[in-house]
């Protein structure tokens, strides 16, 4: 029989653009290593560009809330044509409802324990209308099949962990993927990065330093593994900022081709933090740490990639300010803004919903807009124009010629990295390009920018 996986298109933003930041989809890797052999398995990912949707006995569809309208649609045409369809992810486990409404059966949580129970049902005609992934053990998930995959993704991927004891309010992975974090086990994950063919490597876990003594053991260890064997490898990882507390790690992990790390600093104001439950942050903040952490980080070899959130309840137009201030004095490498997006499955999303200030919610349309660019309520001290034209003013001051050419010598200089800067270069690029060429991109008015936001020329 034919199983036909699908990504769906996505609505991108940021470096997402960009055919440098172009990374296969695993968790579909991960479905097909625990399909049956009795199986031939096409993968099809639609952000790689154009492409053919084959006959099919049963397809497999995944998706972010930004590209779920678009998975509902190819749903929706092979349904028509008599095939079933199951859908899983992270958006439809949080809207389950919504999903049944486009195909026969959805998945909710980490499918890989269930789906061969599913496939049986499937082979018997018995499928439900819901199964519950639940929490897979990953100690014992077979290793993901790259076989399927096209050839031509600049970046490969490789998940260690799952799970995060946290409670962002903005954020849905404790909901999906749980409270507790998981690693894998060590043979594995070295036994997959050696089967991956690309130089660069996309380390998906949401926070690779973990939160436990024993998570930084195993993060020194795979570290020093992947130098033992000289895999030749370059990574870009995610991290808390709490990473810079430990230079001698840091001094490791570029060593061990780590070169840049995307840093979830999401405000440098402490009420935002707080509004956000942003709580590790806000100790940082309150401790004056973060300028020290990100120094230390750089110090060491490795570009930081900061992550901000602007535009919620908290900000205001002096948020603005700050945030500008801060990306300057702090010399981050690589910027990322994003508004605040009520995603599914957040308490962000319940408060927002409750309180009936979502702008638009007829979905599965309004789904499209949730891309993490787009302003989707009301702040309370601000108007959704405030947001757009603060953006704006950060961006349209940050890539300007003169900052620019300084921020690119100053990381060649200060992590002493031609690798890293390369990265930076290129990684900050893909921002500017998609900043630029974005639909919500105008002919703003500079100096009345400048005026609005208080800006100081540098």
Known sequence: MHLVLINPLSKKSGAGTSKFSNFPPLSLSFIAAVTSSNYRITLIDENMGKCHFPE?????????????????????????????????GIHVSMLADEALKYCDSVVTGEAELIWPSVLKDFENG????????????????????????????????????????????????????????????????????????????WLIDDNIIGFKVSDRYWLSEFLAKVRELKLNKIFFAQSSIQIGEYPDLLRLANKA???????????????????????????MLRRNKYYELINTIRKSGIGVLGSFILGSDTDSLRSFKATYDFIRKSRIDILQLMKATPLPGTKFYEKLDSENRIIDKNYPNAWDEYRL????????????????????????????????????????????????????????????????????????????LNRKFNHRKN
């Open 126 to 201: 018995t499928l439900k209308r819901i199964y519950e992934g639940g929490f897979a053990d990953i100690k014992k998930l077979p290793l993901p099949r790259r076989d399927i995959l096209r050839s031509d993704y600049y970046w490969g991927t490789l998940q260690t962990s799952r799970g995060c004891p946290l409670k962002c309010n903005f954020c849905s992975v404790s909901a999906f993927n749980g409270h507790r974090f998981r690693r894998r086990t060590m043979n594995d994950v070295i036994s997959e990065l050696k089967q991956i063919k690309q130089k660069l490597i």
């Open 257 to 283: 081709g780590i070169k840049i790390i995307l840093l979830g600093i999401e405000s440098v104001e402490e009420q935002s933090l707080k509004s956000l439950n942003k709580s590790l942050n806000s100790s």
């Open 56 to 88: 099919a006995d049963l397809i497999g569809i995944t998706g972010y809330t930004s590209a779920i309208k678009r998975g509902y649609q190819i749903a929706t045409r092979y349904r028509q044509k008599g095939v079933p369809v199951i859908m899983g």
């Open 373 to 448: 660019t787009r302003m989707l309520f009301e702040p309370k001290n601000l108007s959704v124009r405030d947001v757009y034209e603060g953006f704006a003013w950060i961006k349209l001051n940050y890539y300007r010629w003169p900052v620019k050419i300084r921020r690119y010598l100053r990381t060649i200089i200060e992590t002493k990295d031609i690798v890293t800067a390369y990265l930076v270069y290129h990684f900050d690029k893909g921002y500017e390009v998609s900043f630029k060429t974005s639909e919500i991109f105008e002919d703003f008015n500079m100096e009345y």
